[in-house]
């Protein structure tokens, strides 16, 4: 009896063996479908990872067409980027300010400016001590930083002066910012074999504008050909904004030239800003007048970041949606 007994007791255990097989086969077959489902969820994160870095992209290619392609600043030169007029600044340091002045109601501004470079040489002064005039002419205060931070921005930087080259060139290379310049828009100057400085018109008194331009130079001309230019790259797409910043009398012109779209920077209380109050309704373009290089700097960078916020705007609702279909039909 007590082996027919223990065969019982031992036939009882080899059920409850089973049932806590069957019972661990399916803890197994749960675990297993739980090994399923992180797999799925690591697939998922996966996707959502990919999808991102593919988002990432779209934005980073976006940014640099939009760094590239859409903001041009152009500025004028004297009174703008450094605080005074270059010619003024060169003829006072030589001690030449009487003749000067007794020639510019005889003959375009231009053409004496090109005298008195013979009647410096004439004194003895050299290139390098022209040079070295221009090397200690003022640049207005937060102007150097507000250039380096629109072009640190990817913004297409330029000149449109109606002073010459080699000032414009010396005083910006002096500044450190002369690399941040995609072109310089003034009249062209040179070295003749004598040495002397010889300073050349811009449009060579053709350019028969009403505007109150000077005979030499029409700026208005050359914001045309800008903007001819870029819509010859970029066809109806064309999504190019400019920011133009000046003060005298020749910055109206252009800022006639501007549209709805675009900016310009008139100095407050200079010429130009006189004659934009005078004719607002010619005025296409947003007006932001400054003071100083600090308010200046402020708006420049403040228009920049409003333009590109817009575009970033424009490049995020041209994202591919679809990319984030697969992550949520698991």
């Known amino acids: 009896m007590e082996f027919e007994s223990g065969l019982v007791e031992s036939e009882k255990d080899f059920v409850d063996l089973e049932r806590n097989l069957v019972d661990l086969r399916i803890d197994l077959m749960d675990f297993a479908g739980l090994g399923m489902n ?22 980073e290619m976006g940014f640099v067409s939009l760094k590239m392609d859409f ?3 152009v500025f004028d ?17 030589f001690g030449a300010s009487d003749m000067f002045d007794q020639l510019v109601p005889t003959m375009p501004w231009n053409t004496v400016m090109d005298t008195m470079m013979k009647e410096i040489h004439a004194r003895g002064k050299t290139m390098q001590d022209i040079e070295q005039v221009l090397k200690r002419a003022p640049v207005i205060p937060w ?29 910006l290379e002096h500044s450190g910012i002369k690399d941040c310049f995609s072109e310089i828009n003034t ?30 130079m029409c700026k208005g001309l050359v914001i045309e ?3 001819a230019a870029s819509l010859a790259m970029e066809g109806n797409n064309n999504k190019k904004r400019m920011i133009y910043l000046g003060d005298g009398a020749g910055d109206f012109c252009p800022s006639l030239m501007l549209k709805e779209q675009d900016f310009v920077m008139p100095r407050k ?3 130009v800003w ?32 409003a333009i590109t916020t817009i575009e970033e705007k424009q490049i995020l609702s041209a994202v591919d949606h679809s990319k984030f279909q697969t992550i949520y039909s698991h």
């Open 187 to 216: 009249n062209p100057s040179y070295v003749d074999d004598e040495g002397k400085l010889r300073i050349r018109p811009y449009h060579d008194f053709d350019h028969k504008c009403n505007n109150p331009c000077p005979p030499n």
């Open 225 to 227: 050909r800008m903007q």
């Open 143 to 171: 102007v150097v930083p507000a250039i380096k931070a629109a072009h640190a921005l990817g913004c297409d930087l330029k000149i449109v002066s109606d002073a010459n080259l080699f000032f414009v060139e010396t005083i």
């Open 77 to 93: 030169f004297d009174k703008t980027i450094i605080d005074l007029d270059s010619d003024n600044w060169v003829v006072d340091e």
């Open 269 to 271: 209380d200079f010429s």
């Open 38 to 59: 992180l797999m799925d969820l690591g697939m998922n994160f996966l996707d959502l990872k990919m999808c991102f870095g593919d988002l990432r992209m779209d934005l």
């Open 274 to 305: 006189k004659l934009m109050n005078e004719n607002l309704q010619l005025i296409k373009a947003k007006i932001h007048g400054w003071t100083d290089g600090e308010e200046l700097q402020h708006i420049l960078l403040r228009i920049i970041k």
């Open 71 to 73: 903001v041009d600043v």
